[in-house]
């Protein structure tokens, strides 16, 4: 259904009261039906009463309101309710999509109803795989301690996941955790001789996790490989964890990074100091299988026509429980890439400096430059990926969701990829121009001081994509308020009366102005400093995605137009600078949610103080497009603070400095730092800030910038770039360009 599909994708927790409504005929909205699912699931616990399913209810729109419930947010007490729904249900003899039959049983499990949930896995619209995992976890002793030997455990993990020729999982005798003891079977390390590979691994703050993904490297049935640990300027890093990752083999080292800069600059590191025919990438909490290399490799040394190759990983908690509600934790594994180094590093470079998703995108990229897709190992099992917190994907993905920001770094690189196939240039320089727009919440700084400017004198807050009939007004809008001046940010979030069964691009208009940097796409967890977020379209308030957190602007102008047939008028017309306050309140809206475009105006001002922290302003739709909107804007700019078309006119003749620590000092010792001297303003900061950047990503702690290193570094407007190197300063003065 494709309704329940934008519900999911848009995680409008709002959007469910259209689905309680729908399945129980408008006696129950999304409170009423939770209560009542939460009474079920005591019911069948026999804890109390079990409440009866509502007459004329719908139950495929009930079995659709439910598997949202449990999926959307997460929650356990959603979680909860949803499996009372589907017990009773269940107990109608109602018949359940797959996706939803899946839930159901993994629900259960994590209720502790262990035998009711492997026999509603035995549907056949379950797939073999999460039948085979709730099995595995229904004698995990976490479920079921003194109830099934740690063989019976074992035996049904390698039956759902070791496939024909892989040796089988085995644990050891002691460890911290479950996943801490995983080992093989028949396996012997060194076995296979072959090229070198680099195993690349980067670490922050690392604990005894590494030494699980350590032991793994040197339990490889493949021999020549090495490790190259890269810690990411950890200030906290388990005491002597490091020494010992690298005493546990010959093959392994630790490169020690001055200053942070992410996953994916820590690989870039290691990549210079290489000189293996090939590389991939383990997670240091993460466990590869022995043969991983070997069987990665394989079909790479047998077709020298192929440049990469990628395997299957399975997600894993600390007691190796394989079941998440709406998963079936099976996934292509994007670390485990094994790329061969010549031709392919050689000619597509390296890895995007973004924090996340950038592996894929290394994937993609690879794909367009060769014409040749990536081998797949769909068959194989190689790494056991530990699901937690502190991962780079926790909390980006749920069930038919995950961030828009993944959306928006697809989208942007895409344009590039395609020029790649065109014939354009595939090297990725990470110390030169970015090559596409990247979300800006994925380049923090390396040091605080090194953040970019995150102020917006107007965010519009519209639907964007493409087709849509309204695009073409916002854009007019958007366009109006750069030749203003104002510095202005892009809020996509779609509008759940338009739903669709998948996503689509953002109008090409949009994403030019975005690409081109004129504009910036914003998310609403960013901490970001708005003036104004502009609403033309209010019922996209109506459904507001659900949000861990979300910024707090001084103040929200919602139009307030709506059909003559309502009988309701605009409130009031875009105050003015001087005025205070906010818009007197429109009048009452006879609206219903039942009509697309429509909107109830006391449930858009509800969730505008939920999700903003302040009030709504209503205003007369025709003054919040084009130029009458940015307009008055620019007043409203003008009062607090320069746009930002005159914040680039400081006094040339006035520098500043910006220093960056980069290293810390022991007792006795001065503390290394790198400054950089500059025309005063914010584009000599922004100069001083890439500047900075690109020699901390290439400086080894210690040494000392060259002549050359400044002259190709240096921004104009960057006048010096000086070091203090344990009490030595060094001065390179940048020649004027």
């Not at 002597?240 to 200053?259: C, F, S």
């Not at 430059?369 to 068959?379: E, H, M, S, T, Y």
């Amino acid at each position: 259904m494709a309704f329940v599909a934008s519900v999911l994708r848009t995680r409008s927790v709002a959007g469910r009261n259209v689905l309680a409504r729908k399945a129980t005929g408008g006696t129950l909205d999304d409170d009423g039906l939770r209560a009542l699912g939460a009474a079920a699931r005591l019911g069948h616990r026999g804890e109390g009463p079990s409440p009866a399913l509502p007459r004329g209810i719908d139950k495929a729109v009930l079995a659709a309101y439910a598997h949202v419930l449990a999926v959307q947010v997460g929650r356990q007490e959603d979680r909860d309710a949803a499996l009372g729904i589907f017990g009773l249900l269940a107990a109608a003899g109602h018949r359940f999509t797959g996706r939803e039959v899946r839930t159901y049983a993994q629900l259960l499990l994590f209720d502790g109803q262990l035998d009711r949930a492997v026999a509603v896995s035995q549907d056949e619209e379950v797939k073999d795989l999460v039948r085979g995992q709730i099995a595995t976890d229904r004698r995990n002793p976490r479920f079921a301690p003194d109830t099934h030997s740690e063989a019976e455990w074992l035996a049904a993990m390698n039956a759902s996941l070791i496939a024909d020729g892989l040796a089988p999982l085995a644990l050891l005798p002691d460890g911290p955790t479950a996943f801490d003891r995983l080992t093989t079977t028949a396996t012997t390390p060194g076995s296979v001789r072959g090229p070198l590979i680099a195993i690349i691994m980067s670490a922050f703050n690392p604990d005894a996790k590494l030494i699980t993904a350590v032991r793994s490297c040197v339990e490889q049935t493949y021999a020549d490989w090495e490790l190259l640990i890269v810690d990411d300027a950890s200030p906290e890093p388990m005491d002597g964890v490091l020494a010992a990752a690298e005493a546990m083999d010959p093959r392994v080292r630790v490169i020690r990074k001055a200053v942070n800069g992410g996953t994916y600059r820590a690989r870039n590191t290691a990549l210079r100091q290489t000189n293996a025919e090939f590389f991939t990438c383990l997670d240091s909490d993460d466990w590869a299988h022995p043969q991983r290399l070997e069987r990665g490799v394989a079909p790479l040394l047998a077709d020298p026509s192929l440049m990469v190759t990628r395997s299957m990983c399975v997600r894993a908690d600390e007691d190796l429980v394989l079941t998440r509600p709406g998963h079936h934790s099976l996934i292509l594994n994007a670390p485990s890439l094994m790329v061969r180094m010549h031709p392919a590093v050689a000619r597509v470079g390296f890895f995007d400096t973004v924090r996340k998703a950038a592996d894929t995108e290394y994937a993609v990229r690879l794909e367009a430059a060769f014409g040749r897709r990536v081998r797949d190992l769909k068959k194989d099992v190689l790494t056991m990926a530990r699901h937690e917190a502190g991962s780079l994907s926790f909390g980006e993905f749920l069930p038919g969701w995950r961030h828009e920001a993944r959306n928006a770094y697809r989208q942007a690189y895409g344009p590039w990829h395609q020029a790649i196939r065109d014939g354009a240039d595939p090297f990725l320089d990470p110390d030169g121009p970015r090559r596409f727009v990247a979300p800006a919440r994925w380049q923090s700084p390396v040091d605080p001081r090194l953040a970019q400017p995150t102020h917006f004198d107007v965010v519009l807050l519209d639907d964007f994509r493409d087709g849509r009939p309204g695009v073409a007004s916002s854009v007019a809008t958007l366009r109006a308020c750069l030749d203003a001046g104002l510095s202005v940010g892009v809020l996509h979030t779609e509008d759940l009366w338009e739903f669709a069964p998948k996503e689509s691009a953002l109008d090409p208009r949009v994403l030019d102005l975005v690409n081109g940097g004129a504009a910036e796409r914003i998310y609403y967890e960013d901490t970001v400093d708005v003036d104004s977020v502009v609403v033309p379209s209010p019922s996209i308030l109506q459904f507001p995605p659900w949000v861990a957190g979300c910024f707090t602007p001084a103040r929200v102008l919602v139009a307030s137009s709506a059909p003559a047939s309502t009988g309701s008028s605009p409130a009031s017309t875009l105050p003015e600078p001087s005025a205070g306050g906010a818009a007197p309140p429109p009048a009452p809206s006879t609206q219903t949610v039942t009509d697309p475009g429509r909107f109830e105006r006391a449930e858009v001002e509800r969730h505008t103080v939920e999700l903003f922290g302040v009030a709504a302003t209503w205003v007369a739709a025709e003054e919040l497009h084009g130029e009458r909107l940015a307009g008055v804007l620019a007043k409203v700019a003008r009062r607090g603070k320069p746009l930002a078309a005159e914040r680039d006119s400081a006094d040339s003749s006035e520098t500043a400095w910006l220093t960056i620590r980069t290293r810390r000092p022991a007792d006795g010792e001065h503390a290394d730092a790198l400054a950089v001297r500059y025309v005063a303003g914010p584009a000599g900061h922004t100069a001083a800030v890439d500047t900075a950047r690109a020699l901390l990503e290439v400086l080894e702690p210690g040494v000392p910038v060259t002549a050359e290193l400044a002259a190709s570094a240096a921004r104009p407007g960057v006048q010096l770039i000086a070091q203090n190197l344990s009490g030595q300063v060094v001065q390179v003065p940048v020649p004027p360009t």
